[in-house]
Structures are given as C-alpha cells and as structure tokens.
C-alpha cells in the first residue's frame, strides 16, 4: 500500500513538474519571439535602390533583376546642373542621358509601377568645378535670388511629374546644408508650392552630418539622411566591429527621431567593395578590392538599423540599369558582388 501512494504522489509530482516546464516553454518562446521581433523588424516600408539612370532606354530585364533580389521601391534620379559662375540650374538638355530626362523618368515610373514598385523622385544637382551642393553658395542676394527661382523651376516641374505619375514620395533637395542655413524662408515657401501641386509622400534628403539641423523637418513626412556614416577606421573590419560604429549614430538620430516626431528613412545609403569601405562611405579614394568588406558593412547596416522602430527602411546606392558597371572593379553598386544576397537576404 505504501509503494502504490509513493508511485501515485511520484505520479502526481512528474504531471505538476511537466505542466511547470511546458507553461515556462511557453512563456520563454513568446518572450524570445518578442525579442525577435524588437531586434529584427520585419515590416520595413521602403527595400529599395537608387536607381542609375540608363542612356538611351530601360527594359523589363532590370525590373525583375530587381523584383528577384526582393527590391520593393527605387529612386529615380533627374539631374541638374548648376553653373556657380552665373547662378543658373539647367535640366532636360541634349547632354544628358535618357534616365535623366523628363521623358525617362515618366517611362521609369511606369515600368516600376508595372512592377508594383514604390517610386520615390530625387532630384540632384550637379556643380561645375567640382563643387559639393552643401557648400553651394553666391556673394550677393541677386545671385542668390537668380538661382533660387531657376531651382525653384525645376522642383515644381517635377513634383508636377511625381503627382501626375502618382508617385510614392517626392525629394525635392539633396545635401543642399548651405543654401538652407543660409536662405530658411526660401525653402519654407518652396515646401509650401511644392504640397499645391503633389499629394503624396515628402521627404528632403540631408547629409549624414547635418540632418539634426535641418529646420523643417515638420513640414516633411520623414526625415530624410543620406546615410553614408563613418563605422570603422579599420582595413577589413568584421559586422560586430561596424555595429559597434553604429551605436553613437543611432543614439543622435533616436533624439532627431523624438524632437520632430517623425520617422526616418535613408534616402541613399552604400559602400563601395574596397579596403576601409566604413571609414568614409562618401569618397571613392581607395583602390584595393574587398567584397567581404562591403558585404560586412551591408550587414551591420541592417542588424542595427531594422529593429529601430523609426527606420523606415531606404535606398541602397547604387543599381546600374545598363551593363557597363561591368567594367567597373570597384564600385558601390552590389551588383555581382557578395553584398547582393545580403542585401537580397534583409530585403526579403
């Protein structure tokens, strides 16, 4: 008799132990999956690519090159060009490559619509003597004025192409620092202009360096960043080393994040193949390959980034639309490269 109870109360305490174990199974698994889903967020908006405009004509080929590699949205790029000497902006001329017309950004958008791409319409702007657009500046108010109203042109043209063509999100500027320190109330009643014309989406793309100085970002849908930030001063450094990098980067735009309230997306971001790709992602000065480096890179990039809940996703830089980034050693675009199947990998 005293053996049949002991067996019973073993019986009884191994059911009590087994329920114990399978409600604390339960608990650890939605609490792991919970921490997943913080660290690895899933619903990025925006996995998309600046699209390089093509020369003479675009076809379905690099759409599905895209559409393979899990791509949901591209940048299309309308360059003008700024003669400093006289204060002009001029677009649309025979120089320029299809892609970079009128024409080729209209046709871009329906392909890509095709596709059921999200189209994003980011006007750049090229200097003469190799001047960079954030330090564009003139001496007196009438040069200044001379080339507000020529920019002003060209912005309101194609946030009329972006409403016409329902585009997603519509970037009327690029790294313009100077210019918007120096002249605010021009870009006010330049949003103001550019909201009576486009109903969608409207963003402004800045510099990694000033984007907490930008001073309309409440006017804008996201804050906008040309994400090119200095992660790692070493030759080949590892994924840990260059999120390790991240870290102060991603404490700055968190209060960027909370001061204006609004989300942030990456209007460019990238790395070229090469040795020290994290040092300074922006400049093009190094000459040895290094695939592993920019697939390193590419992957810190997305392990801290995504499972911020403001990171809206962005637009790698850079996809070639025409073969000739073949010939090209080094470069940013992934193509060909290690980094596409992690970019593939993060957009999928």
Known sequence: MYILKFAFMNKKMLILLIAVV?????????????????????????????????????????????????????????????????????????????????????????????YNMKVMIKPHLWVNHDFYTGDLNFETVTEWESWESEYEKYILDYAQIAQDGKVDLFCFGTELRNPIAKRPQYWLQLVSKIKKIYTGKLTYASN???????????????????????????????????????????????????????????????YRNSDYTGLEPWKENQNTINNTAQANAYEALFKSLNKQKWYLGGFAWKWYADDYHKNKAIDFTPQDKPALSVISKWYE
């Open 22 to 114: 399978s409600i604390l199974g339960v608990v650890g698994y939605c609490s792991a999956n919970k921490n997943t889903a913080v660290e690895f967020k899933s619903a990025i908006e925006y996995k998309g690519m600046n699209l390089v405009a093509p020369k003479k004509g675009i076809t379905a080929n690099t759409f599905e090159a895209l559409v393979k590699n899990n791509v949901n949205s591209i940048s299309l790029i309308p360059y003008a060009f700024v003669n400093i000497d006289e204060a002009t902006v001029s677009y649309n001329h025979k120089r320029q490559w299809w892609g970079e017309s009128s024409n080729g950004i209209k046709e871009c958008i329906r392909q890509a619509h095709k």
């Open 208 to 270: 990694w360096d000033d984007f907490d100085s930008v001073p309309f970002w409440n006017q804008m849908d996201y804050i906008g960043i040309d994400g090119y930030f200095p992660i790692s001063d070493k030759v080949n450094p590892s994924v840990a080393e260059m999120e390790k990098g991240w870290k102060q980067h991603l404490a700055k735009m968190e209060l960027t994040h909370k001061k204006w309230k609004k989300n942030i997306l990456f209007t460019e971001f990238g």
